[in-house]
């Protein structure tokens, strides 16, 4: 790392939850939990595309990933299942730049529940996202 990298913000370490493709794409990492659970990515090698910059699938899939654990560590556990993805991508991001996704708004309806984030790379806006989840079918409501 160069010292005109950013670091890691204190605290964060491997994400509290994995899974196949995570693992796959490694550098998820997380902090805090409940209303204060944070989630973000170190920009690494396994995360670039052809030109040397950040992958839009590894975006899509740290918003998805993020806003849905996010909104779980803030209900209690309730498990949800990503119905709708828009993504609006705003700036790329280079190796070695911290990222970290920012739940702005929730609207809840029955077992829909909208969500919009940002992604951010210190103040520049990397991405932005409006989400549909829906309850699982073994959810508890």
Do not use: C
Request: glycine share 14%; hydrophobic share 40%; proline share 5%.
């Amino acid at each position: 790392m160069t010292s005109l990298e950013p670091r890691i913000p204190e605290g964060f370490g491997p994400i509290f939850r994995t899974s196949p493709v995570l693992e796959a794409l490694g550098g998820f990492m997380s902090r805090g939990e409940g209303e204060e659970l944070e989630i973000g990515l170190r920009v690494g090698p396994d995360h670039l595309n052809a030109r040397g910059g950040l992958h839009g699938g590894v975006i899509a899939t740290l918003m998805d990933v993020a806003t849905g654990y996010m909104l779980a560590a803030r209900s209690g556990g309730r498990r949800r299942i990503t119905a709708r993805l828009t993504l609006d991508y705003r700036s790329g991001a280079a190796p070695g730049e911290w990222l970290q996704v920012h739940l702005d708004r929730i609207e809840a309806d029955g077992r829909k529940t909208r969500a919009h984030a940002r992604l951010m790379s210190g103040e520049r806006l990397v991405a932005e996202a409006s989400l549909l989840f829906i309850d699982a079918p073994s959810a508890k409501a």
